[in-house]
């Protein structure tokens, strides 16, 4: 099968592997369409020792059975499917109490596992959810990212927030904005320095755009809240940078969700935090019911997966990842298809 591998750090390449073969409760994947995600491209840049290669990335994906394993009985040959993007191992405390996505055990494509950007992938049955027939491969593709949105909000939603800021309008930024108005029915203020970025986010919904650096954005973020801050600020960059741009623009007892990942260890002013009795949230992929509440927005139309994003052939994935790599002007998000 054709697959855009990372052989190497600072490699990739387009070359043949051999086919997967589905082992029990597994099915073989005849891939469709997968996202190229930002934790790809900054693993990639930064080398992370989270990704380590030689390996196939790609957890953003769908694609239609075309094999089974033993023990499968919830899909059919034919059947269309979109996948999370993790295994948990079902059997600790956390799976126990149902948090699947912390599994202490958890598996992710394209970090331990082989992942979608290929031609085909074996999953496991309990990891997909059904593909609705009207719905394009491309939008299916961005169910996965769309999750992380949805489940950010259900970490706030019983604080019925009236106003959330967004650092970022990538993908993640632009879905979790669109989640925020369509689950919370929130105001949102969304900041980016790309101005075609701005401009998707206000096309979007955004009740305001503006430029990310740091007086700018605290600035109209209290300017909209009568001097107060946003209720929550969701930050889906994950720099240093962004996590304490977000303390700073929540008001006095709201929330910060950090979601992006960019960076690990940052400097922070805790009397922020403590004397305002702000709180912060990490948010870290979903659950398997979150995972089809996206893909119903999607599915439905209330959620716009796919005006913004760019299609790749899998055969010129390695121009497409740097496309993303180096983005300019509108190029947010790319979908290679095998």
Known sequence: MLTLLYPAYNQLTVTR???????????????????????????????????????????????AVVDKGPGVDRFNIGDRVISHALHSCQHC?????????????????GMHLPGAYAEYVAAPERTLIHWPDHMPAQAAAMTEPLVNG?????????????????????????????????????????????????????????????????????EAVKDLTDGEGADVVIDAVGSGATKSLSVSAVRPGGVAVWLGLCENRIEINSHEITLAERFVFGSYAATMPELETARDLIADGRID??????????????????????????????VLRP
């Not at 405390?93 to 494509?109: F, K, M, N, P």
């Not at 796919?306 to 390695?318: A, C, M, N, R, Y």
Request: net charge neutral; with cysteine.
């Open 17 to 63: 592997q051999p086919d997967p073969v589905p082992g029990p409760g597994q099915v073989l994947l005849k891939v469709d369409a997968c996202g190229i995600c930002g934790s790809e491209l900054e693993a990639y840049k930064t080398q992370s020792p989270r990704r380590v290669p030689p390996l196939v990335l790609g957890h953003e994906f769908c694609g």
């Open 93 to 109: 405390v956390r799976c126990l109490r149902g948090d699947i996505h912390i599994c202490a055990e958890r598996r992710t494509y």
């Open 150 to 218: 949805v489940h950010a909000v259900n970490l706030i939603a019983e604080r019925r927030p009236r106003s959330v800021a967004i650092l970022g309008a990538g993908p993640i930024g632009l879905l979790a904005q669109q989640a925020v108005q369509v689950l919370l029915g929130a105001d949102t203020i969304v900041g980016d320095l790309i101005p075609e970025r701005l401009a998707v986010a206000q096309r979007l919904g955004a009740a305001l755009t503006v430029n990310s650096r740091k007086a700018d954005f605290v």
């Open 305 to 334: 997966a796919t005006s913004w994003i760019k299609e790749f052939p899998l055969s010129d994935g390695v121009a497409a990842f740097e496309r993303m790599l180096n983005a300019e002007g509108d190029d947010i998000k790319a």
